[in-house]
């Protein structure tokens, strides 16, 4: 495929039309960790870019550990050149950068539907699992939810502080869903609310959660599962920017107190044939039960996908709704797979256990296979919270636990791709690995 297309390079011209002072444009993708890479580029060149120049940045860019540096995996970062490899503008990304102090523009890149698609680009991996849906006649249609923290703008030795009332200047300590938080912290989840609609961003609800400066944010249903990702990727990264303007630091971190719930990442998915009938209400919800039955087999061996880093396994069976085994429930929160109640047309699965920390693409995938894989083998769930409170399947609850689970299973390796699951599953482990290379206060403070 062509990384250029007139009405691309349409979209650069009308950019330029309407925001004069930009001069530059952040090109930008998702790494493993979660975390945008790229470059910055004069918007001249963007346009010649979009004009059919090619685009290009190190493959190896998308390996980084979540600290930014290279590991050793196979043969990738020291036996292979560090070579290029080409990118491609993701058309209708294309959006001004208000939180910065300089004008400046943002527009998505990636490799798939390049000529070449690098086999472990998250995007890239999201992008096989959904054309192999379309090709079986199964449309998703995808809608995230993201919980984040608001923290104080400045450290306590390294430390998170709660974030200030704006009224009292004390710490935030109203309850959950209290509307007040809402009213008192208005003006900077007005600004990210705002901010996330200038980027194309479908915002919904807002939601005060329980934590101290704990809120939520509901993203508008999508048939365009890669734009859905593009959201959740997206408005991280906003959010986190409008946050520093406004004097706060906001954060997805799974597990930022450990007295207080963690944040997740819930996604909800329905189904549909090319009619756009419901498939998973077809034959009386029997493929519902058989789609919850594949994602809950799945589900253990995902889990350095769903809680990517050490932190977000102290998440798990926390203060509430945040399950500690793979189970499932009508209108449950306290299960990993809950369905909402909704009408036949309505009818879908939220996915409630990946930490707001998760890498959106990877997540959505490994959602998508296990809900294909269920559809495939036409298996009966294990019974539902709803009848059996202690029914639920056990997971990995530390990280080399999950990596040895999620590398040598076959139907993971077949429907995210053998190439990814090494690739990813060595990151992590190098990435737990770095973790634990360093002596903090508490083993002092134990064992000296």
């Not at 294309?94 to 000529?115: A, F, N, R």
């Not at 044939?273 to 209400?281: F, I, R, S, T």
Request: aromatic share 8%; net charge negative.
């Amino acid at each position: 495929m062509k990384s250029h297309s007139p009405a691309l390079l349409a979209e650069v011209r009308t950019f330029r039309q309407h925001h004069p002072e930009v001069r530059y444009v952040d090109l930008i993708a998702l790494d493993i960790p979660g975390h945008f890479y790229g470059k910055r580029y004069p918007i001249e060149i963007l346009e010649k870019v979009a004009a059919g120049s090619p685009l290009k940045l190190p493959q190896n860019a998308i390996l980084l550990g979540a600290q930014g540096g290279l590991f050793k995996i196979g043969d990738y970062c020291f036996n292979d050149g560090d070579p290029d490899a080409n990118r491609r503008l993701v058309p209708g990304t294309l959006k001004p950068v208000s939180w910065e102090s300089q004008p400046l523009g943002q527009m998505l890149i990636t490799s798939d539907g390049t000529e070449a698609p690098i086999e472990f680009e998250p995007r890239e991996v999201l992008a096989k699992v959904i054309e192999r849906l379309h090709r079986k006649g199964i449309h998703p249609v995808v809608a995230f939810e993201l919980e984040f923290y608001l923290f104080d703008k400045k450290l306590d030795n390294g430390l998170a502080q709660f974030a200030r009332d704006p009224l009292s200047d004390d710490a935030d300590d109203q309850p959950n869903l209290h509307i007040e938080r809402l009213s008192r912290f208005s003006e900077v989840l007005d600004d990210m609310a705002q901010t996330a609609k200038d980027q194309g961003i479908d915002i919904t609800v807002i939601t005060a959660e329980l934590g101290p400066g704990q809120f939520e944010i509901n993203f508008g249903h999508l048939d365009d599962g890669l734009r859905a990702a593009d959201w959740a990727a997206l408005f991280c990264r906003s959010t986190r920017g409008v946050a520093l303007k406004q004097g706060y630091r906001a954060s997805f971190m799974a597990k930022p107190y450990l007295q207080f719930p963690g944040s997740g990442m819930h996604v909800h998915v329905s189904l549909y044939d090319g009619a756009g009938n419901n498939l998973l209400a077809a034959h009386q919800q029997q493929p519902l039960r058989h789609a919850v039955a594949g994602c809950l087999e799945l589900l253990p061996h995902c889990m350095p996908i769903f809680s990517p880093n050490h932190n977000a396994f102290r998440r798990l069976g926390g203060t509430v709704n945040a399950a500690t085994r793979a189970c499932w429930g009508f209108e449950d929160r306290d299960a990993c797979v809950r369905i909402p109640e909704s009408d036949p047309r309505n009818l879908r699965i939220e996915h409630r256990l990946a930490s707001a920390d998760a890498n959106p693409y990877l997540v959505l995938a490994a959602i998508l296979a296990g809900l294909e894989h269920g559809l495939e083998i036409r298996q009966e769930p294990i019974a539902p919270l709803n009848e059996d409170r202690s029914s639920g399947t056990d997971f990995p609850v530390e990280m080399l636990d999950a990596v040895r689970a999620m590398q040598h299973h076959a139907v993971v390796r077949d429907k995210l791709g053998a190439e990814f699951v090494d690739v990813y599953c060595e990151n992590k482990r190098q990435d737990h690995l770095a973790f634990q290379q360093e002596i903090n206060a508490r083993e002092y403070r134990w064992f000296l």
